[in-house]
């Protein structure tokens, strides 16, 4: 089977789980078999032997691609800055939408010329591409959603024009996947979907890649509590250093680490000195590779407080680098995650009484980590393969 696959972030390209979430997917779905041609909106130097990659500003033969500035989790906002910042500004759309639009376009020039028996395009921004390649070859178009204007927004000043588009990419889509029963829910609610056209596959982690001897020693001789995710609005950082300065008025000899960029970055930095615990938090920037994971092993505690979180990686590569985990209820990864503490993201007292009790108690902390470690053996990217080929085959004729 031949699957032509929208996405807009690939490793080591990424700054969040989509990308981390596409190429688990890729390779797993090669090593059953399935011939993957990955679209990105930009030039990029992945090299990848399960995955072909075309990337939108490389001539391919008998295609000429358009370069498009769209890039990951992009804003208004942020395609504008980019967008000034260029020498070619007459060649690009001036605005986010109008970009969107552009890789659209490029799209049904890459259907006509790469064979496929599938469309699969994932979030927002490759919807409007998955519809246009679809005009052109007539294959079946899966919408595969990792969060939804909703979630990312945190329920506040959503994007109209950004919800219309996906609005209509999820009802066009012959099959839609949702990445957790959490995001399905939000879907019918929120687009009207019939929910049996709604699939859900649980995102999963290579625990191998985690496992090995990389040293990872405390170098601040203090329990350390890790908050790693994008600096924005439904990743809930705010909430972890409101929670963190009640731990600290119990037990002072405790250092929180942020790990991650985003536009909230300044604010999040103003809010630890505005709470006065400025000197107990460590802010690291966006990590990868061995940095992310030296980090997860370093840490006693991994919390994820999300505001609104689709599914969230996060806390299975923290188990699977043996770091206990506390999750936000309004999480995916709930569903499937149980060795673990969780919380409401606003109860930022239960918060940080659940914290201070690992950090206070070896053999919980102990405890949560080697259960919560054994649990995600089940959660890898090979059984949501299948369910994504099982999706597949029931739109594609049979021997194809």
């Excluded at 979630?151 to 219309?164: A, E, W, Y």
């Excluded at 985690?210 to 909430?239: C, Q």
């Excluded at 299948?386 to 021997?399: C, E, H, R």
Aim: proline share 3%; hydrophobic share 40%; net charge negative.
């Amino acid at each position: 089977m031949k699957v032509l696959m929208f996405g807009w972030e690939f490793p080591p390209f990424n700054s969040g789980g989509l990308g981390t979430a596409c190429y688990g997917i890729t390779k797993a779905l090669s090593e059953k078999g399935v011939e993957v041609n990955f679209v990105l909106p930009k030039s990029t130097k992945v090299s990848e032997d399960f995955v072909n990659i075309i990337s939108a500003n490389l001539p391919q033969t008998k295609i000429t691609l358009v370069d498009s500035l769209l890039t990951s989790y992009m804003t208004n906002e942020t395609y504008w800055s980019v967008f000034r910042s260029t020498k070619s500004r007459g060649f690009y759309s001036s605005n986010l939408v109008g970009e969107v639009e552009r890789y659209a376009a490029i799209a049904q020039d890459i259907a006509a010329e790469v064979d496929h028996d599938i469309i699969h395009c994932h979030d927002w921004m490759t919807l409007a591409a998955g519809e246009e390649a679809r005009k052109i070859s007539g294959k079946p178009l899966v919408s595969h959603i990792h969060s939804t204007e909703s979630d990312r927004s945190g329920g506040q000043g959503m994007n109209q024009v950004i919800s219309k588009i996906e609005r209509e990419g999820i009802r066009s889509a012959d099959r839609v996947i949702a990445v957790s029963k959490f995001t399905k829910n939000k879907i019918v609610s929120s687009y009207d979907i019939e929910k049996e056209k709604i699939d859900v596959v649980y995102n999963g982690i290579n625990k191998s890649d985690f496992e090995n001897n990389l040293d990872a020693t405390n170098p601040f001789g203090k329990k350390i509590v890790l908050f790693l995710g994008r600096l924005t609005l439904h990743k809930g950082a705010d909430y972890f250093l409101r929670s963190a300065k009640k731990v600290l008025e119990k037990n002072k000899d405790v250092v929180f680490i942020v790990s991650g960029g985003g536009d909230m970055e300044r604010k999040v930095i103003e809010l630890s000195c505005q709470l006065g615990i400025g000197d107990k938090v460590l802010f690291t920037g966006f990590l990868r590779d061995q940095q992310l994971q030296k980090i997860y092993k370093m840490a006693d505690l991994y919390v994820m407080p999300s505001v609104s979180e689709p599914f969230g990686i996060t806390p299975l590569e923290a188990l699977a680098s043996g770091t206990p985990v506390m999750i936000s209820k309004q999480s995916g990864v709930s569903e499937v995650l149980h060795h673990c503490l969780k919380v409401d993201f606003w109860n930022t007292d239960e918060m940080a009484n659940q914290i201070l009790a690992v950090l206070e108690n070896q053999e919980l902390e102990d405890c949560l980590m080697q259960n919560g470690n054994r649990e995600i053996d089940g959660l890898n990217w090979g059984r949501a393969a299948d369910k994504i080929l099982g999706i597949y085959k029931s739109l594609v004729p049979a021997g194809t």
